[in-house]
């Protein structure tokens, strides 16, 4: 389960629902399923109410995919970011890595805080090689994660956080 700074505003939301439950990104296994989508013992990256157990329909839209993701037929050449410039070594696409990264990073680096990081930083902030990259926020979950994606680009990179005392 991710337990992440934004959900902090909208704890009064959750609690004036019927089932008073937080709501967050979690990794779930699959403990059984009608649905062609999904398999028994497969994990799955969510959205869902904190609970130990959750029925959800096999059409949900609170699923996003299973995790490892089937790259069997993934192409990274054809991928649109393929040419953005961001990696032109294909010697570090390896699959069978990928299919090793562990389920906690599904919600963390992978997850809400690295999506936001990762997209705010290249495809809004058009991050370049040797951009000069402030990040006032570099403590935060998201901000730490802007950090790391600024050195890997080749930028000079310089994070705020913390206060005077």
């Known amino acids: ?77 054809d991928d649109p970011d393929y040419n953005e410039g961001l990696d032109t070594d294909d010697s570090k696409f390896d699959v069978a890595e990928i299919k090793n990264i562990s389920h906690s990073k599904y919600v963390g680096a992978y997850g809400m805080p690295g999506q936001t990081a990762y997209y705010g930083m290249i495809y809004r902030g058009g991050l370049k090689k040797g951009d000069n990259v402030l990040v006032s926020g570099a403590a935060g979950a998201v901000g730490s994660l802007c950090g790391q994606i600024a050195k890997i680009m080749g930028c000079y990179a310089v994070g705020i956080c913390g206060t005077p005392e």
Do not use: H
């Open 1 to 77: 389960i991710s337990v992440d700074p934004y959900q902090r505003g909208r704890m009064p939301i959750w609690f004036k629902t019927e089932s008073k439950q937080m709501q967050s990104f979690a990794v779930a296994k699959v403990l059984k399923s009608k649905s062609d989508k999904y398999k028994e013992g497969q994990f799955v990256y969510c959205n869902v109410p904190w609970s130990s157990k959750q029925i959800l329909p096999g059409d949900s839209q609170t699923i996003f995919s299973v995790i490892p993701p089937d790259l069997s037929q993934y192409k990274p050449k």
